[in-house]
């Protein structure tokens, strides 16, 4: 595989930890630690995927979902969340509001690598 990811989370550790599970991949890894700078990023890099965190400071990561989903450029860029939200309906919410796809916390590898997986081919079937 090979693609760019945007990582948007504020938590240093879980940067760490995907960073390794992608680069093992062969994937590259953007991080940024707010969700508005991170929308700054995927206008400039238009990342294959974004990968977001839901408890972000100063804006959460379903307001920047909308932020993103907003704009032409970026509105098709799928969005996976990733959180420690894993209450029973937690993951249909998120699915509802717009993400493309859900993995709780704490991330899973393997789980992973199989929803990004999943995401850049069907991106490379559409062209």
Request: aromatic letters at 6%; charged letters at 30%.
């Amino acid at each position: 595989m090979s693609g760019t990811i945007l990582y948007i989370e504020d938590n240093h550790q879980s940067i760490r930890l995907v960073r390794k599970i992608l680069k093992n991949a062969d994937y590259r890894m953007l991080a940024e630690k707010n969700a508005m700078v991170g929308i700054l990023v995927a206008r400039i890099h238009k990342p294959d995927l974004i990968l977001m965190d839901i408890n972000l400071p100063w804006i959460d990561g379903v307001q920047a979902l909308d932020r993103l989903r907003a704009e032409k450029v970026l509105q098709n860029i799928p969005v996976i969340a990733i959180t420690a939200h894993t209450d029973y309906g937690d993951r249909e919410r998120f699915l509802k509001a717009g993400f493309d796809d859900y993995i709780p916390k704490p991330i899973s590898g393997r789980d992973l690598v199989a929803a990004v997986n999943a995401i850049i081919d069907a991106k490379a079937d559409k062209g």
